[in-house]
């Protein structure tokens, strides 16, 4: 099952990164697959969706997290996540402080698409 993809919600495109239940070798297949579609679109256009329920990290994942942070902040214009919580969400912020921007947290998917598509 293919773990990036771009889905539609509100009539915006957004890309979907789907990290549930990824052990930390799939996180980092995952992130380069995400990347690669990521710079498929212009700059500053991308809105990006991720879902990290029950994903697992180590240093490796966490490093190639902050890479892809890094590597795709050109293209991001705003990011939202569900599903880290506890050690989970201590690397979304460390990749947010890396790179300097927003990571936002959210509850559910339906907040997080919502606020995505809201984004101008």
């Known amino acids: ?7 539609n919600h509100r009539g915006v495109d957004i890309v979907f990164v789907d990290l549930t239940k990824a052990n930390s070798q799939q996180t980092v297949e995952i992130f380069a697959e995400a990347s690669n579609l990521i710079e498929s679109f212009p700059k500053k256009s991308v809105r990006i969706y991720t879902d990290g329920t029950g994903a697992v990290y180590n ?15 050109p293209y991001v214009k705003a990011s939202a996540v569900t599903g880290a919580e506890g050690l989970r969400m201590l690397a979304v912020n460390a990749a947010a402080s890396v790179t300097g921007r927003q990571i936002k947290a959210f509850a559910t998917r339906a907040e997080a698409l919502d606020w995505l598509a809201a984004i101008n």
Do not use: G, Q, Y
């Open 59 to 73: 240093r490796e994942s966490i490093a190639a997290l902050k890479e892809f942070t890094t590597h795709n902040t």
């Open 1 to 7: 099952m293919k773990k990036c993809s771009v889905i």
